[in-house]
């Protein structure tokens, strides 16, 4: 008898530290799920820009992300698309038709509407903008394929540089925080 208490015993110990390890487990998860997320920024959310199609071609407009508060920015006969937000939230870059027939170019516009400016003039195709984080340059591709390349400007659309140079296809730039 004396044994089977023993070994009630024991069951009972191992019971009362699976439950201790569970419970530390459940804290642990309670006090990591309220840390903040490391990939959120501080304050409010910002609005999420997109391509949207306004019946005839593309557009860039730009939503509360919880929904509502649609904003059409572009309104032309063209193309426009892959919207990229300025490091300060206040412009956005995007790849847009320059004219019915025309190349693809680089353009900015006030994330609020409004201010479009063409960064980028010349006789390619130019795609894909992405913001510096510190929102100096900017880096997109252009060319035809297959030899499409990297290049970067200024926000005002000067000092154009071409980051690579090869024989096959560059595509879409993206920069990285260091």
């Known amino acids: ?15 009362a530290a699976g439950v201790l390890v569970a419970v530390g487990m459940l804290l642990l998860t309670i006090v990591v799920m309220v840390e903040p997320a490391g990939a959120a920024f501080p304050g409010k959310p910002g609005k999420i820009a997109y391509r949207c199609y306004d019946g005839k071609d593309y557009e860039i407009c730009t939503i509360k992300p919880a929904g509502g508060g649609r904003l059409q920015l572009t309104n032309n006969d063209t193309d426009d698309f892959t919207p990229f937000y300025s490091p300060s939230g206040k412009m956005i870059i995007y790849s847009g038709q ?5 190349d693809y170019e680089i353009y900015k516009i006030n994330a609020g509407g409004g201010g479009k400016v063409q960064l980028t003039d010349n006789a390619t195709d130019d795609y894909g903008p992405s913001y510096s984080p510190s929102g100096q340059r900017i880096a997109y591709y252009s060319g035809a394929e297959p030899t499409r390349e990297i290049y970067t400007i200024k926000p005002d659309g000067g000092g154009r540089v071409q980051v690579t140079n090869n024989t096959r296809d560059d595509l879409e730039p993206s920069w990285g925080s260091s």
């Open 1 to 15: 008898m004396a044994k089977t208490c023993h070994s009630f015993g024991g069951l009972a110990a191992a019971a």
């Open 98 to 102: 320059d004219g019915p027939k025309g």
